[in-house]
């Protein structure tokens, strides 16, 4: 479960396939852009923006974690997340691939204060090899796996994000994050 924030964070999206019983299923967790922003918004524009609120949409990836478990898993979800919580409440060594995608992420997040504040309590990115330890990533970690994700879709987590853009005027919502569902599909043979 998602430790850093270059391919696997909790806010980013999930795609998976998965085999059972000879079967394979797929998953789309990713998330819709908020429903209040209108494609006008992007006339005159360049491009799909790649910084701030603009592309931001609702992270799929929890979701994705909890419907995989609940369909496919045999351990408590909490349990599941046990791992991770521990790595970054206790510190984990950054792998060089991880240290090196790291570091171009600080180059293009460290103007968002919130990011660079998590991800960079040392002013810079981590290096390779370098104990990092990230204490609020642990406790919203904790959170997601003591309920089972919901807290990030409509419980406290959700608020919180849905403060966040409020008060750099974003539109995503609490409608936005309660309204998220990841979904089956049958994917293509």
């Not at 270059?6 to 429903?35: C, E, Q, Y």
């Not at 960079?120 to 796996?145: F, K």
Request: glycine letters at 10%; one cysteine or more; charged letters at 25%.
């Amino acid at each position: 479960a998602g430790l850093e924030p270059t391919t696997n964070g909790i806010g980013g999206d999930a795609f998976a396939l998965a085999i059972f019983d000879g079967k394979v299923a797929g998953l789309n967790a990713s998330g819709r852009s908020p429903a209040r922003l209108a494609r006008s918004a992007f006339d005159g524009k360049r491009g799909m923006p790649v910084r701030g609120w603009e592309p931001v949409t609702v992270p799929g990836a929890v979701s994705g974690w909890v419907a995989l478990s609940k369909r496919y898993g045999r351990l408590p979800f909490a349990d599941l997340m046990e791992p991770a919580i521990r790595c970054a409440r206790d510190g984990y060594l950054v792998a060089p691939r991880t240290a090196e995608l790291w570091a171009r992420a600080f180059t293009a997040l460290a103007p968002f204060a919130e990011w660079k504040r998590v991800f960079a309590p040392n002013g810079r990115a981590p290096r390779a090899a370098e104990r990092i330890v990230l204490a609020d990533h642990a406790r919203t970690l904790d959170e997601i796996a003591r309920t089972e994700g919901a807290s990030f879709y409509t419980g406290s987590l959700a608020r919180r994000m849905a403060d966040a853009a409020r008060a750099d005027g974003a539109l995503l919502d609490e409608r936005d994050l309660a309204a998220h569902q990841a979904e089956w599909v049958t994917p293509l043979e």
